[in-house]
């Protein structure tokens, strides 16, 4: 014990000593007495809730997730909507999903009855559901709120704890910071309110929710389909493999694509299923190559047009196709989102339906190739910080004002969506677009490949890469820290051969942004790159972009600029 900071020797007492927590909890703390940092990683803080709410390793301690973190956090959570709209007619009420990981069932039904505890209504869906859907049926059921309880694409230990507002967005920073206060301010695990589960659904404080309700969300997104009416002609013959990777989008992917007219998708059976344990892949993520190894088998011997896939809460969609030389290749976040940006508007454009106020919405650390297509179209493009809630909060703002029609939405992470029926990206109706982009180019001879390339033709080559570096624990933080300071208080005048035009600092809250740790670096050729510590995983993350006038150009400028800017972040 003595080995411990004090702060984690007394948080790890009061745990030992709380009689609101379980034997088996305290007994799995008991048996790591002699390993003093292990201990200190599970009690040097609570669980951060940052602005996407709660993201940690499964197990026992204040900074794990477990049933008490989550307890305390929706308590917090309570506190704020009986705040916000406990004035309002009839009872707050919440909807909670979640998705195929360790535990999720668990924290989903601890979450409903410390709601029920607070006299919040709070509905659950039977069993695993995507987030996209959790963000409709926030919206779809009027709700106060929502849960979702998922880790995204994190490594199988991890689970997490989204929350969202009555918008069926997540919370942004003013309203997230309130909600912070509040969970900081339940003085003990004892003060969380609770129910049991016959308590809750005696008072209809725990209400499950029907196949209405699914059936609402895929008749929704079905319902923004562009050529319908080609895909009813074209759907029997054109191919689709998909993968859910083990999570939430098989059913509603599936129902989709089958109710506008695909009757060819072959599903890998391998990871059709849910797998806590993710373990068919290094890493559910459909951004990484890896994730598609059994769908490009399957694809292979079915010969597939496409291959799509969604990580375990259906949030990001990845999507594979055939190059000129029949080998697979895997579309990056950004491209996809240039390919669909350039059909949804063409779209429009030749169906005479393109609104004169249409609006794009990206991230200040996506591409500005889908920009300059949109712009091209006449649409208005708009830049938000990381993270889809602000992608929402800005259509909040044009359905309040009337000022813009939102056309599409999205970030170079793999997250889309088009449509105004959910506030958060959305994987299931992702897939019904690529598919559709996909089998409407085919028609006219074309593969997506193709298209991409015409594009590069007609807009410049825009090439773009991600680096991560993960540094895990107390240290971590440490040194993340430290190399944003470091860059931050000696910004460099140059950049392998190239003066560095502008340093964009948005801790200082620029063009209307709320404040966050993020720096980009603008290049006199029009390059930039970013750095910007993850809000989810113990990461920072560095972002680059170039545009040359060909592949060969733009390879060379983004090779010299990763290697000379990632040499000096190792180097700190």
């Keep these: 014990m003595e080995q411990l900071s004090t702060a984690a020797a007394e948080t790890l007492q009061q745990w030992l000593e709380d009689a609101s927590i379980d034997e088996a909890t305290k007994q799995e703390l008991r048996d790591l007495q002699d390993q003093p940092k292990e201990l200190e990683e599970r009690f040097y803080r609570n669980l951060e809730f940052g602005t996407g709410g709660l993201r940690g390793v499964i197990g026992a301690g204040s900074n794990r997730m477990n049933r008490y973190t989550v307890g305390r956090a929706t308590q917090g959570f309570a506190r704020y909507l009986l705040e916000q709209h406990g004035d309002q007619e009839g009872k707050p009420s919440v909807v909670i999903a979640h998705d195929s990981r360790h535990f999720s069932p668990e924290f989903t039904l601890d979450a409903a009855l410390v709601l029920a505890g607070n006299g919040i209504v709070a509905k659950l869906f039977p069993s695993l559901r995507s987030t996209p859907e959790l963000s409709f049926a926030v919206r779809h059921q009027n709700a106060t709120g929502g849960?979702?309880?998922?880790?995204?694409?994190?490594?199988?230990?991890?689970?997490?704890?989204?929350?969202?507002?009555?918008?069926?967005?997540?919370?942004?920073?003013d309203e997230a910071e309130k909600v912070i206060q509040y969970i900081q301010e339940v003085p003990s695990l004892a003060d969380v309110k609770k129910l049991t589960q016959e308590e809750a659904e005696a008072q209809?404080?725990?209400i499950w929710l029907g196949e209405e309700q699914d059936q609402a969300f895929v008749d929704t997104v079905a319902s923004c389909s562009l050529s319908r009416e080609l895909i009813q002609s074209v759907g029997r013959d054109f191919k689709i493999v998909y993968t859910p990777l083990h999570g939430t989008g098989n059913i509603p992917v599936r129902?989709?694509?089958?109710?506008?007219?695909?009757?060819q998708v072959h599903i890998?059976?391998?990871?059709?299923?849910?797998?806590?344990?993710?373990?068919?892949?290094?890493?559910?993520?459909?951004?990484?190559?890896?994730?598609?190894?059994?769908?490009?088998?399957?694809?292979?011997?079915?010969?597939?047009?496409?291959?799509?896939?969604?990580?375990?809460?259906?949030?990001?969609?990845?999507?594979?196709?055939?190059?000129?030389?029949g080998k697979f290749f895997v579309l990056s976040g950004n491209q996809s989102g240039a390919i669909m940006v350039h059909y949804l508007l063409s779209r429009l454009q030749e169906t005479g339906t393109l609104?004169?106020?249409?609006?794009?919405?990206?991230?200040?650390?996506?591409?500005?190739?889908?920009?300059?297509?949109?712009?091209?179209?006449?649409?208005?493009?708009?830049?938000t910080l990381t993270g889809f809630k602000y992608i929402g909060e800005k259509m909040n703002q044009f359905e309040a004002t009337g000022s813009h029609t939102f056309l599409f939405g999205y970030e170079e992470s793999y997250g889309y969506l088009s449509g105004n029926y959910a506030r958060d990206k959305d994987a299931v109706l992702a897939s019904m677009l690529i598919a559709e982009a996909a089998a409407y180019y085919k028609s006219q001879g074309k593969t997506l490949y193709d298209v991409l390339q015409e594009l590069y033709n007609q807009f410049g080559y825009f090439l773009e890469k991600?680096?991560?570096?993960?540094?895990?624990?107390?240290?971590?933080?440490?040194?993340?820290?430290?190399?944003?300071?470091?860059?931050?208080?000696?910004?460099?005048?140059?950049?392998?051969?190239?003066?560095?035009?502008?340093?964009?600092?948005?801790?200082?809250?620029?063009?209307?942004?709320?404040?966050?740790?993020?720096?980009k670096f603008i290049l006199a050729d029009g390059s930039w790159f970013c750095l910007r510590p993850s809000g989810t995983e113990p990461k920072i993350k560095v972002y680059f972009a170039v545009r040359g006038e060909n592949l060969e150009d733009a390879e060379s400028r983004i090779e010299r600029l990763v290697t000379t800017v990632m040499s000096r972040v190792d180097a700190q």
């Design 147 to 173: 849960i979702v309880v998922t880790a995204s694409h994190n490594p199988p230990e991890y689970n997490g704890y989204k929350v969202y507002n009555h918008e069926g967005g997540q919370l942004v920073p």
């Design 268 to 325: 890998v059976a391998e990871q059709e299923q849910p797998d806590a344990e993710f373990s068919t892949v290094k890493s559910p993520n459909p951004e990484e190559r890896e994730a598609f190894t059994l769908a490009m088998k399957l694809g292979e011997s079915v010969g597939a047009d496409i291959l799509i896939g969604t990580d375990p809460d259906a949030d990001r969609m990845g999507a594979v196709v055939k190059d000129n030389d």
């Design 466 to 519: 991600l680096e991560s570096r993960t540094l895990k624990g107390k240290d971590g933080v440490a040194q993340i820290q430290g190399k944003m300071t470091d860059w931050r208080s000696n910004p460099p005048q140059e950049v392998a051969g190239i003066a560095v035009q502008d340093v964009l600092d948005y801790s200082l809250g620029l063009d209307g942004l709320p404040k966050e740790n993020v720096l």
């Design 204 to 206: 209809g404080l725990l």
């Design 355 to 383: 609104p004169s106020n249409g609006a794009v919405v990206k991230t200040i650390v996506t591409s500005e190739m889908g920009a300059v297509i949109a712009e091209h179209y006449g649409a208005e493009v708009m830049n």
């Design 255 to 263: 129902r989709v694509l089958e109710q506008i007219g695909f009757e």
